[in-house]
């Protein structure tokens, strides 16, 4: 969507116009309320999926497990300021013409989430600040003498806009709220990463090795928001029913063995914020496509994914 914080509902509206406007379905991703003051529209949010589909719009949406989103540093900037690529952007950064109005809006931005501390920096292309990742930006640039605008502004220079940042900014109730929607599919918006070797690199978002165990055991489980059976249909079923990916997401007769064993008593993420290279607890074997992937913890044999491609047969 165009936006997730203060013109969410304008972006919904959009979104549903677009796609009734095009005769399709409409998978909203990802839905979220972003900023304190943004937290009351999940009402008016949820009216507006209610009547789109009343009105015979084919409309679902996705949501993941946590309160803490990952972007670039450049998203607390303004998108005007952004427009044209990396080369303008810096260069109007400085420039006395636009300096002033960009430092005012982006402070607003921090204002959203509820100040610099929610930014925790996740990686940087620079070498020379690489004692930021993992820090909350607020606290680098104190160390640096730096207010925080200054530091974010002195770390997209020096990286040439090429930092991530993990951003704490939603709510646990809406969150509890998205998942137990009825039209909400569990995703998890995060990138491939292992513990170990080149795929493990910066601090990132914990989501790319929590998010499917982090449902079943803190609001299963723990938290009781949704069903064992809600959850596994919100994390299979539905999705490849919802890219028509044939043979997959569900148990049946001549369905591709794509299986997860898991304990649904002990089942739990354990990759944090602060630490988020840890596997989950609570799942011994992983099958893909009939092959034994996962086995105690340990990965076995050679991959035995494939490509998935929408809308055809279940043998590509």
Not at 20 to 34: D, F, V, Y
Not at 45 to 60: H, N, Q, S, Y
Not at 173 to 178: D, G, V
Not at 255 to 270: E, G, H, K, N
Request: charged fraction near 25%; charge should be positive.
């Amino acid at each position: 969507m165009r936006n997730e914080d203060d013109t969410l509902l304008e972006a919904i509206d959009e979104s549903i116009a677009i796609a009734r406007g095009a005769r399709c379905p409409l998978q909203i991703s990802h839905l979220k309320t972003a900023g304190a003051r943004n937290w009351g529209k999940i009402d008016a949010v949820f009216e507006r999926i209610a009547a789109a589909e009343k009105a015979g719009l084919d409309v679902t949406f996705d949501r993941y497990p946590y309160i803490a989103w990952s972007t670039g540093l450049t998203n607390m900037f303004p998108v005007w300021a952004l427009d044209g690529g990396d080369e303008p952007f810096l260069k109007r950064l400085d420039d006395p013409a636009t300096a002033a109005r960009i430092r005012t809006e982006s402070e607003d931005k921090a204002a959203l989430i509820g100040g610099w501390h929610n930014v925790q920096l996740a990686s940087v292309k620079a070498a020379t600040d690489s004692d930021a990742v993992g820090q909350r930006l607020d606290d680098w640039g104190k160390a640096r003498g730096l207010a925080p605008y200054e530091a974010a502004v002195a770390l997209l220079k020096d990286s040439t806009t090429n930092v991530s940042t993990v951003v704490f900014g939603m709510s646990e109730e809406n969150l509890e709220r998205f998942l137990a929607h009825p039209k909400c599919m569990i995703c998890s918006d995060g990138g491939a990463f292992a513990v170990s070797g080149p795929a493990r690199s910066g601090r990132p978002h914990p989501r790319g090795l929590g998010t499917f165990p982090r449902v079943l055991g803190r609001y299963v489980r723990e938290r009781k928001v949704i069903t064992l059976a809600q959850a596994v249909a919100k994390m299979t079923a539905m999705p490849a029913q919802r890219l028509r990916l044939a043979g997959r997401g569900r148990i049946a007769v001549g369905a591709w063995a794509d299986l997860v064993l898991f304990d649904p008593a002990t089942v739990a993420d354990r990759a944090t914020f602060e630490d988020p290279f840890q596997y989950p607890a609570g799942i011994p074997t992983v099958v893909v496509n009939g092959t034994i992937a996962l086995r105690e913890g340990q990965r076995v044999g050679k991959g035995c994914g494939k490509a998935l491609r929408v809308g055809r047969s279940s043998s590509n």
